[in-house]
């Protein structure tokens, strides 16, 4: 028997004997390493066409399996929102499991068509030998389940609603499904996506006749036009949320004509599409695109574009004048619009700079074959990784510059390691999964996708109050998703926003932004800060005031629509002081607000004093740090942002929580050190000491 090998997938060893494992003179090469992803192994050479299975797979009966076994959805959300119903299923699920044994003492015949796909599927292998004692399984999973979909229950909760959808098989160890039921208790979703990057499933020119639903689609190993053309079609005919519109502001832009490839202006109503990557340093050279010198990516990007019946392609790098000026400026704050009134984006998910191509377009990018077997007369094939799981580990999903270009169009071509993906503001397909027969519409997800895109402010304006809340929500993840993310120049920390804040100005916030905070309308929004586990940079050209100005991940601890006079979760909660915005030049940023001086004390927390005194207000608490004793000894400025006024209990007394911003400098010349809380002593709101701390505002300049 020739065997198969589960750690570098050749033949002809165990795997206890492979080289690459540590210890072996071998294991330094990166060649021994395989992809676990590249599903046309070494084994590929043994494949027949004749179906022909070793002892074990012949008592599996596979293709029966798939075809009539009796699988559960595992993802059935209750009103309750809990998933209880799908926990019972999924341990009815795991009693159609088929046992392959303990890792260390797994067999894959090469020979039989069967073995060949597990080890195309099979997870990596780990590499503390305690774990090669596991038991591994071929689990089976609704095809849904696995893209984290569901089929609504019936309103009879007695009845398992009709299932015309493929069954999927994933493998995986008992002890990795219980890791991923713990992990993902709370989001059953999550839990169905999660570890599961590589299926098999019958073809869509073999499927179970019940269950053709998402069917295993041969994809090539270079892309099908065709294929992105009728999820194209799709999206333009049943899609009305994903309406394209004309701006005349895209007259001054300039475009490429695919055609002549000639950089030309922006003809009126022309449709364009718009090329999000990760630029890596590598930028065309003058006379590139005549010369057919670009970069690869680009280069593709222009093949694509032809192929789909389109003339023009926006790309920053070429369409755009690289050389600092009011029209490079003019233009970047256009991203909104340049990236929405675009037919569709093409997101280069793969590579980490621009020489690395759209993988499947031309021969410098290949990609590796699908793994398709013949067992008992059906046709099987390997399914690749979904959207979610393609999208881990990417550099594009770590870059500031690629959040705009990923959230503002309508529908994005996302062209990754393994197949490509379409992911508009209503479907999602992929080319290895066949999408024409979709009973339940799932791939047209709807409303379920607003929490990625950002969605027309109407379906939010039922009132002022729900308008404001999710002007605050959508303002505060969309920060949070941004600093998160790393650019190569710190003269970007604006411009790689501008086009996401002038969206937002648009639809959510109209009085616009003062150096990336909403300050007209949320003036509250200084009371940003860096979670305790971020290390922030200072970035000296920009001010300390605004997130812009550090590199860095931030955070809000509360929403900022307290504003509103709205009670929160506590009894009579309200912002019953918030400091007022009056201007700004260049980054001075000039505001009326109350400021305090308050003495640090350090016996065991930070204790705030009133300097000179022992009349204490309250314990210190910088940003979201557990430990409350981070902040040095001394006297130092504070500029209250906002104070939460509430009861714990309807006749209970009132409490304070005070935001403020710790400054350093003198009156005049203020900059930001830190935001912090003050915890009130209880009472203090009766006593004329603290009183007369909040009774008096002045104006502050902050650098």
Same mark, same amino acid.
Request: net charge negative; with cysteine.
């Given at each position: ?11 002809g060893?165990? *795997? ?15 060649? *021994?390493?395989?992809d ?80 060949r ?119 333009? !005919? ?16 300039? *475009?490429?004509d ?13 449709r ?7 630029w ?25 574009t032809?192929?789909?019946?389109i ?11 690289q ?80 959040? !705009? ?13 393994? !197949? ?8 999602n ?13 799932? #791939? ?55 086009? *996401?804040?002038?969206s ?14 909403? #300050? ?18 200072r ?42 915005y ?81 400054l ?40």
């Open positions: 028997m020739a065997i198969i090998c589960l750690k570098c997938r050749g033949i060893h165990k *795997m206890l004997d492979c080289p690459t494992l540590k210890g072996h003179d071998n294991n330094s090469d990166p060649k *021994m390493e395989p676990h992803l590249a599903t046309e192994p070494l084994a590929g050479g043994l494949a027949s066409p004749v179906s022909q299975l070793c002892k074990r797979c012949k008592g599996f009966r596979i293709i029966d399996w798939l075809t009539n076994e009796d699988i559960r959805d595992e993802v059935v959300i209750g009103r309750d929102g809990a998933n209880s119903q799908g926990w019972e299923n999924k341990n009815h699920n795991s009693g159609r499991r088929l046992g392959l044994g303990p890792l260390h003492s797994i067999f894959l015949d090469a020979s039989c068509s069967l073995c796909m597990i080890s195309r599927v099979f997870p990596l292998i780990p590499e503390d030998e305690e774990d090669w004692g596991a038991e591994y399984f071929i689990r089976p999973i609704r095809s849904y389940n696995r893209l984290g979909e569901s089929i609504a229950p019936p309103e009879d909760s007695s009845k398992e609603p009709d299932d015309k959808y493929a069954v999927y098989a994933v493998v995986d160890s008992r002890e990795d499904a219980m890791s991923t039921l713990s992990r993902h208790f709370g989001e059953p979703r999550d839990q169905a996506v999660y570890g599961f990057e590589l299926a098999f499933a019958l073809s869509h020119k073999t499927p179970a006749p019940s269950r053709p639903g998402f069917s295993a689609r041969e994809r090539g190993v270079t892309w099908q036009p065709d294929i992105v053309k009728s999820w194209m079609s799709r999206c333009e !005919q049943k899609h009305p949320r994903c309406r394209v519109e004309w701006s005349d502001q895209l007259l001054i832009c300039k *475009m490429i695919v055609s002549s490839r000639q950089i030309v202006s922006c003809p009126p109503h022309c364009y599409i718009a090329l999000s990557y990760v890596g340093g590598v930028s065309p050279k003058d006379g590139a695109l005549e010369s057919r010198e670009l970069p690869q990516t680009i280069e593709d990007a222009i093949t694509v032809k192929a789909l019946g003339g023009y392609l926006w790309v920053d790098a070429l369409c755009i004048d050389t600092p000026s009011p029209e490079k400026a003019q233009q970047l704050s256009m991203m909104d619009i340049i990236y929405s009134c675009s037919w569709a984006t093409i997101v280069a998910l793969d590579g980490n700079d621009a020489n690395a191509g759209l993988r499947g377009v031309s021969a410098k990018s290949p990609r590796e074959p699908q793994a398709s077997e013949s067992i008992d007369g059906s046709k099987v094939l390997s399914l690749f990784p979904a959207l979610p799981q393609e999208l881990t580990g990417t550099t594009y999903f770590t870059r500031a510059w690629t959040l !705009q270009e990923y959230l503002l169009g309508s529908r994005r071509i996302l062209f990754g390691k393994h !197949q490509i993906h379409f992911l508009c503001n209503t479907g397909y992929c080319e290895s999964i066949d999408d024409t027969v979709d009973p339940g519409g799932l #791939l047209d997800i709807g409303a379920k996708q607003a929490n990625l895109i950002l969605t027309d402010c109407t379906e939010h304006s039922e009132d002022l109050e729900s308008q404001c809340d999710f002007a605050d929500f959508t303002f505060r993840k969309l920060a949070g998703l941004y600093t998160n993310r790393t650019m190569t120049n710190d003269s970007d920390s604006l411009n790689a926003f501008r086009g *996401m804040l002038s937002l100005q648009k639809t959510f916030l109209p009085q616009g932004f003062i150096w990336g905070l909403p #300050l007209k309308e949320f003036p509250q929004s200084m009371r940003w800060y860096h979670p305790r586990a971020v290390k922030p940079r970035r000296p050209d920009f001010p300390s005031w605004s997130y812009v100005g550090w590199e860095g991940t931030i955070a809000y601890t509360d929403r900022l629509d307290f504003a509103t006079g709205r009670t929160g979760g506590r009894f009579d909660e309200v912002a019953d002081q918030i400091l007022r009056l201007g700004f030049e260049d980054t001075i940023l000039t505001v009326d607000g109350v400021l305090i001086r308050l003495e640090v004390r350090n016996e065991p927390f930070n204790n705030a004093y009133i300097p000179g005194t022992d009349f204490l207000l309250g314990i210190l608490q910088e940003g979201n740090f557990l430990h409350k004793n981070t902040l040095p000894q001394g006297t130092f400025d504070f500029l209250v942002v906002e104070r939460l006024s509430f009861r714990y209990a309807p006749d209970s007394n009132v409490r304070h929580v005070v935001y403020m911003v710790m350093e400098g003198e009156l005049g010349s203020y900059s930001r050190r830190a935001m912090v809380r003050l915890f009130v002593e209880p009472g203090l709101d009766k006593q004329q000491d603290y009183s007369a701390l909040f009774g008096r505002s002045r104006v502050v300049h902050l650098l």
